[in-house]
C-alpha cells in the first residue's frame, strides 16, 4: 500500500477519491440521449458521426457544451494529451481523436484514460513530482509536475460537476421526466 503521507499519494488519493466516490459513480448509466442532450440551441458537441464542435481560441461568448462535449475535453485535453507528453501514452490530439458516437464508448475511453493517468501519476517519487513539465505545457513549461496534477484533479472536479449538473438538469427537465402532463 503506498506511504499516505507522501506527496505523490495525496495527489493521486485526491483525484481517486473524487473520481470512485463521486464522479464515476454519478456517470454511471449514462445514456445517448443524455450524452448527447443540448440544453440550449447551438450546443457545441460531439456528432454521432465522430466529428467535434472545437475552435481555438473559441468565440465569444463560449459556446454552451453537451456532456458529450465535456467528456471528450476530460478524456483528450485533460488526460489523454497529458498521459502522451509526461508519461508515455500513445499520442492524442483534439484533432485525431476518434471521439466515442456514444456513451458507453466514451465510458470507456474516459475509464482508459483516467487509468492511464493515475498511474503516471503513482509512478512520480519527489524528483518526478519537482521536475519542470517542459514545453508541453507551454507558458507553463516551468512549473513543476505537482503543479500541474494539481490542475488536473480541479479540471476533473470542475468538468465532472459540470456534466452531473447537466444529469439533473437532463431528467427534471419538462421534456424527460415523469412528472409532465401526459404521464400523470
Known amino acids: 500500500m503506498p506511504d499516505p503521507t507522501t506527496l505523490t499519494s495525496q495527489l493521486a488519493d485526491q483525484?481517486?477519491?473524487?473520481?470512485?466516490?463521486?464522479?464515476?459513480?454519478?456517470?454511471?448509466?449514462?445514456?445517448d440521449d443524455e450524452y448527447f442532450w443540448q440544453p440550449v440551441p447551438d450546443c457545441w458537441t460531439v456528432h454521432p458521426d465522430g466529428g467535434i464542435d472545437f475552435s481555438h481560441p473559441p468565440?465569444?461568448?463560449?459556446?454552451?457544451t453537451t456532456i458529450a462535449w465535456r467528456m471528450a475535453h476530460v478524456i483528450v485535453g485533460v488526460f489523454a494529451m497529458r498521459s502522451?507528453?509526461?508519461?508515455?501514452?500513445?499520442p492524442a490530439s483534439y484533432e485525431s481523436w476518434r471521439y466515442a458516437t456514444d456513451a458507453a464508448a466514451a465510458l470507456r475511453q474516459l475509464d482508459d484514460e483516467y487509468a492511464r493517468w493515475i498511474s503516471g501519476v503513482r509512478d512520480l517519487d519527489d524528483d518526478g513530482l519537482a521536475r519542470p513539465c517542459g514545453p508541453a505545457e507551454g507558458p507553463y513549461a516551468d512549473h513543476p509536475m505537482s503543479v500541474l496534477i494539481l490542475h488536473i484533479n480541479r479540471e476533473v472536479i470542475h468538468h465532472g460537476a459540470e456534466m452531473a449538473l447537466l444529469r439533473d438538469l437532463y431528467v427534471h427537465s419538462i421534456n424527460h421526466n415523469d412528472n409532465t402532463e401526459e404521464n400523470r
Not at 483525484?15 to 445514456?31: A, I, V
Not at 468565440?59 to 454552451?64: I, V
Open 15 to 31: 483525484l481517486e477519491f473524487h473520481w470512485t466516490q463521486q464522479l464515476r459513480p454519478r456517470l454511471d448509466g449514462l445514456s
Open 59 to 64: 468565440p465569444r461568448p463560449e459556446p454552451f
Open 84 to 90: 502522451h507528453s509526461h508519461f508515455g501514452g500513445p
